[in-house]
């Protein structure tokens, strides 16, 4: 599945299932976030009026498949970078510089220490603020977090996935942080669409 490919069927979806018109970005974004651990919070966060009412009402619908979310964002077979993670817009390299951008970077990392060790998911990881973005995304992510994560990284060492399991699980535990995500979600889907 081509990125083009999901945007178009992202486009699809939401304009069969939400009122008003989106702008792709917008619409991927609804994507996104639909496909996150608590997406209700995040949808009644990140939209309003008739379009926040809509995401809520067919959620499911609109949520990025793992096939869609790994076409988007993940690493490429030559071990590069999806070309929108390698994208830093100044909103992008504002949010992975914030101080919760910085503490969700440390928690990856200190989840990752095997795969860090490796030269691919470390050149992507430590070059491009998209693949840490999209990582922190990829985490979030209702189901298949750490399927997920392995397609922004190129993949993660065997070893590292109970410890992304265990950091999922804190996230959800402690709250998801509904500004990061919310502003994340959306930075990347703007790259998308550029």
């Known amino acids: 599945m081509l990125p ?21 970005a ?15 919070e995040l949808l009644e966060y ?4 008739t379009v926040r009412r809509d995401a809520l009402e067919h959620q499911q619908a609109l949520a990025l498949t793992d096939a869609e979310f790994a076409a988007l ?3 490429r077979g030559d071990g590069q970078a999806a070309a929108l ?21 440390r928690r990856l990392e200190a989840a990752l ?19 840490r973005l999209a990582a922190a995304v990829a985490v979030h992510r209702a189901d298949e977090a750490g399927e997920a994560l392995s397609a922004v990284l190129g993949g993660v060492v065997a070893a590292d996935m109970r410890r992304v399991d265990d950091l999922k699980i804190s996230l959800e535990d402690a709250g998801v942080d509904l500004i990061f995500v919310c502003e994340a ?8 669409v550029v």
Not at 8 to 17: A, P
Request: proline fraction near 5%; charged fraction near 20%.
């Open 4 to 24: 083009v490919e999901v945007l178009g069927d992202v486009r699809l979806r939401t304009q069969q299932h939400i009122a008003p018109r989106l702008s792709d």
């Open 26 to 40: 917008n619409a991927l974004a609804v994507g996104v976030v639909s496909g996150s651990v608590e997406p209700v």
């Open 46 to 49: 990140g939209f309003d009026g």
């Open 73 to 75: 964002f993940g690493a």
């Open 85 to 105: 993670c390698a994208h830093s817009t100044k909103r992008i390299l504002e949010l992975d510089a914030s101080p919760t951008g910085v503490a969700m970077r």
């Open 113 to 131: 220490v095997c795969t860090m060790g490796e030269s691919a998911p470390q050149a992507i990881w430590k070059r491009h603020p998209g693949v």
């Open 185 to 192: 979600a959306s930075a990347l889907a703007e790259c998308a």
